[in-house]
């Protein structure tokens, strides 16, 4: 049980950090980039709005890959 | 929709590859049958020993229908970049794989599920709850299984000829329910293995291919970014619901409705372990959307820059679009058939074949999956109610019996639908459902969670909660014309809408009614330590 509870902040903070990915990739948070009617940006030569999907991707696939070696790795079968 | 093709002139190599493909999945499903023993288990669930190869592959390959290589692109291609963030609702499905999969699965070995309905049932009692639950995920895989058939007999008709739609519908039918009757979950899952490396491999190649044909990435990007403004922003509510809001609601609640419909759920069931299901948790959450966001959803954007349709301020109608290009959902398959053969050659020519191959293997994997799960949750919530004494062979048989009459009475509907204006209708009606499908496996996610993590909800609570989720989602379908109804589906996922009215009165009904004894919650809860 204690094991379980040490883990709690931990697993607190990931889930804030993965929907935090969320809302600002597919949701609101898109609209800092590029709103409707803008003048669309670019980064690197490329739309901005496509490397924020990318971006946002990639921290919401670190954050379930470090769950799953830490939090998720410790669960017994 | 893949008529396109017709055009093509690819040789005999569609049709070898087409056939070696076929052959394989019938070698797979005869392996499936002679490893397999004669007990419910194994049929259903593979004797609930599946390693991580094949629970990660029949995982994907189930979540994605034929709409991944022929939908995402074309949606791409119509909204440009902000349809492409649908790709991040994989990372939360892929989660989910793992935080429900994984409970599912104990409890499924602990008690000896078989069904979603079994695990509700089991936890809240009742058979009320089990028919409700197997409604939903009645629901969610019928319009499924006739969806896929019709594109099965769509892409036959495109590699073969006009006159072959029939006989293409009935020749894949035919080859997928052998495979799933002789083998069960077995073959479909090992299908479901060669299946989903198509789908994966078929999507980062058709990303490649269209990027190298257009000069490579700087070429590419600077083709896109000369876009319409329009294709490279977000799009207003009060015109699309290519945005932020919409988009948000879709991957928190589109993707947790796939993951447990029911041929998922009994996928968690038929998982070896925790750790296999951590590691395809991981597999699906990384390597899928990576496939389609540097893969098939840049097709789109590609074919955008080089075959805009004639007027943008336009619906993207036949009149309006570039010709050969019937629809958008088109432009993958169009662009392929543009630019491969003339890149590599013999080499494009296989190539094609092998990415049109992988769009009837998308099709087939999500037909064979929801045809085996039905045939189980029939058998499951419907027939062991009313025959409790039945033998493991007689339930065997009995969803051997639903799959079969399920593919005949699919294959009916397809036919007709070709060939009369009644059948024309009714297939609409089920394409009706088919968009309302995971809207209606939504409803069973508050039940689900409540068993797994919150333990409080009540039997009346889940049935009044998933009732009321249901009619809420055949509402919207009544009055779809309603303005009111437009604006809420425009800014908020239907499911997700639906379920928060579900989720409201499976709470306010479980505040005034009776819990489940506090000694069975205690073991269900051993159960899931």
């Known amino acids: 049980m204690s094991e ?66 830490t939090l998720w790795g410790k669960e017994k079968d | 929709m893949l008529s396109i093709l017709a055009a093509t002139d690819l040789g005999r190599a569609p049709h070898v590859v ?18 397999g023993k004669a007990t419910e288990e194994d049929y259903y669930l593979a004797g609930r020993g599946q390693g991580l190869l094949v629970t990660s592959l029949t995982i994907m390959a189930t979540f994605f229908s034929g709409v991944a290589l022929l939908g995402f692109p074309g949606l791409v291609y119509e909204h440009g970049v902000s349809a492409m963030f649908l790709a991040l609702n994989l990372p939360v499905a892929g989660a989910a794989v793992y935080l429900l999969g994984n409970g599912i699965r104990k409890l499924g070995k602990a008690r000896n599920y078989v069904s979603p309905g079994d695990m509700i049932a089991g936890y809240y009692g009742g058979n009320t709850i089990r028919v409700v639950a197997a409604v939903l995920g009645i629901l969610y895989v019928l319009p499924y299984i006739i969806i896929q058939i019709k594109a099965g007999g769509l892409l036959a008709q495109t590699l073969f000829g006009e006159n072959m739609y029939n006989t293409g519908a009935v020749a894949l039918s035919a080859v997928t329910l052998v495979y799933v009757l002789v083998g069960g979950m077995r073959s479909v899952a090992w299908t479901d293995v060669l299946q989903g490396l198509l789908l994966l491999s078929g999507a980062v190649l058709a990303g490649i291919a269209v990027i190298a044909s257009m000069g490579g990435p700087g070429e590419f990007f600077a083709k896109v970014a000369d876009l319409d403004p329009k294709q490279l922003t977000m799009h207003d509510p009060a015109e699309s619901k290519w945005n932020p809001w919409w988009i948000l609601t879709f991957c928190l609640f589109a993707s947790l409705a796939s993951i447990v419909q029911p041929a998922q759920w009994m996928r968690f069931y038929a998982a070896r372990s925790s750790k296999i299901l951590r590691r395809s948790a991981v597999i699906f959450a990384v390597v899928l959307p990576a496939c389609f966001l540097f893969g098939v959803m840049l097709v789109g954007l590609g074919g955008r820059a080089l075959h805009p349709p004639i007027d943008s301020s336009l619906p993207l109608t036949a009149v309006n679009l570039p010709e050969g290009l019937g629809k958008a959902d088109q432009i993958a398959v169009f662009m392929l058939r543009e630019e491969l053969p003339v890149m590599l050659g013999g080499l494009g020519v296989v190539l094609v074949s092998i990415i049109m191959v992988a769009i009837m293997a998308a099709s087939m994997s999500t037909a064979d999956s929801n045809l085996h799960a039905l045939g189980g949750v029939i058998t499951r919530d419907v027939y062991d109610q ?32 070709e060939n009369s204006e009644f059948g024309k209708g009714l297939l609409e009606t089920i394409a ?23 333990r409080r909800g009540t039997r009346a609570g889940a049935i009044a909660g998933m009732i009321t989720g249901g ?21 908020i996922d239907l499911g997700g809408f639906a379920l928060a009215f579900n989720v409201i009165v499976f709470i306010l009904v479980s505040l005034f009614t009776s819990k489940p004894d506090p000694e069975h919650i205690a073991a269900f809860k051993r159960d899931l330590s």
């Open chain 2, 432 to 454: 009706q459902f088919f968009f309302l499908a995971m809207a209606f496996s939504c409803q069973l996610i508050p039940a689900a969670v409540d068993i797994l993590y919150i």
């Open chain 2, 471 to 491: 009619v809420v989602v055949l509402a919207t379908l009544f009055l779809a014309g309603n303005d009111t109804i437009q604006t809420i589906k425009r800014i």
């Open chain 1, 4 to 69: 379980k509870r040490s883990r709690k902040p931990a697993a607190i903070i990931l889930t804030v950090i993965f929907l935090f990915a969320l809302v600002m990739g597919a949701g609101p948070g898109s609209l800092l980039i590029a709103p409707p009617g803008s003048e669309p940006p670019l980064w690197f030569g490329m739309p901005a709005l496509y490397l924020w999907a990318v971006l946002w991707f990639l921290v919401e696939a670190a954050v379930i890959m470090i769950a799953a070696c």
């Open chain 2, 18 to 35: 087409l056939v070696c493909y076929l052959l394989i999945l019938l070698g797979l499903g005869i392996v499936g049958f002679l490893r």
């Open chain 2, 386 to 417: 009313c025959n409790p004494d039945a033998s493991q062979k007689q339930r065997t048989w009995v969803g051997r019996i639903v799959i079969i009459v399920t593919t005949l009475l699919a294959l009916l509907i397809v036919y007709l639908g």
